[in-house]
């Protein structure tokens, strides 16, 4: 994918990162690959869902980037959770992966690539060890419910922003 790809609002780039391939070339030289099934959108400083509703910090300071960096951080001590960054400067935005064709849940999928701190900032153009490309998938078609997990963010937490893909063609 290129940079370009990144640089829309996030909720016009999530159906469309559904049935891409995630790439992550590891330190030992394995290639994980698999098929992005499951993604979150969250998007600016009124997204009370968003880590940037309490403004741009040392931690979310990534997501006041242009798209196409990595946004990771650490949930219950544990598991890194991989999120994208989507649009340009001027409005915090992320896609959080949930799952993919064989990994179901965020924490499970940032294990399995074996995520941490290093990530964080990381370009996906640029980036030699993790990246998105093209899978060959086609006729896409795909869920839209409300995302899970933020119950403190009021009406926010009921935006039908998770998107989950349900049948596609090779």
């Given at each position: 994918?290129?940079?370009?790809?990144?640089?829309?609002?996030?909720?016009?780039?999530?159906?469309?990162?559904?049935?891409?391939?995630?790439?992550?070339?590891?330190?030992?030289?394995?290639?994980?690959?698999?098929?992005?099934?499951?993604?979150?959108?969250?998007?600016?400083?009124?997204?009370?869902?968003?880590?940037?509703?309490?403004?741009?910090?040392?931690?979310?300071?990534?997501?006041?980037?242009?798209?196409?960096?990595?946004?990771?951080?650490?949930?219950?001590?544990?598991?890194?959770?991989?999120?994208?960054?989507?649009?340009?400067?001027?409005?915090?935005?992320?896609?959080?992966?949930?799952?993919?064709?064989?990994?179901?849940?965020?924490?499970?999928?940032?294990?399995?690539?074996?995520?941490?701190?290093?990530?964080?900032?990381?370009?996906?153009?640029?980036?030699?060890?993790?990246?998105?490309?093209?899978?060959?998938?086609?006729?896409?078609k795909y869920n839209?419910?409300?995302?899970?997990?933020?119950?403190?963010?009021?009406?926010?937490?009921?935006?039908?922003?998770?998107?989950?893909?349900?049948?596609?063609?090779?």
């Open positions: 994918m290129d940079r370009n790809f990144y640089k829309k609002d996030v909720l016009d780039i999530c159906p469309h990162i559904l049935g891409k391939t995630l790439v992550r070339k590891c330190p030992d030289g394995t290639i994980f690959k698999e098929i992005i099934t499951e993604v979150e959108a969250y998007r600016g400083e009124e997204d009370l869902g968003c880590h940037a509703s309490k403004g741009k910090t040392e931690r979310t300071k990534v997501m006041y980037e242009n798209g196409g960096l990595i946004y990771v951080y650490l949930v219950y001590g544990m598991y890194w959770m991989l999120n994208i960054v989507t649009g340009n400067t001027t409005h915090p935005q992320a896609i959080l992966i949930r799952g993919t064709k064989n990994i179901s849940g965020p924490g499970k999928l940032g294990k399995a690539l074996k995520l941490d701190q290093t990530f964080y900032g990381e370009d996906l153009d640029t980036s030699n060890r993790i990246w998105i490309e093209e899978s060959g998938i086609k006729n896409i839209q419910e409300p995302r899970v997990g933020i119950e403190y963010a009021k009406e926010w937490k009921d935006k039908p922003w998770r998107y989950t893909l349900t049948e596609y063609e090779i």
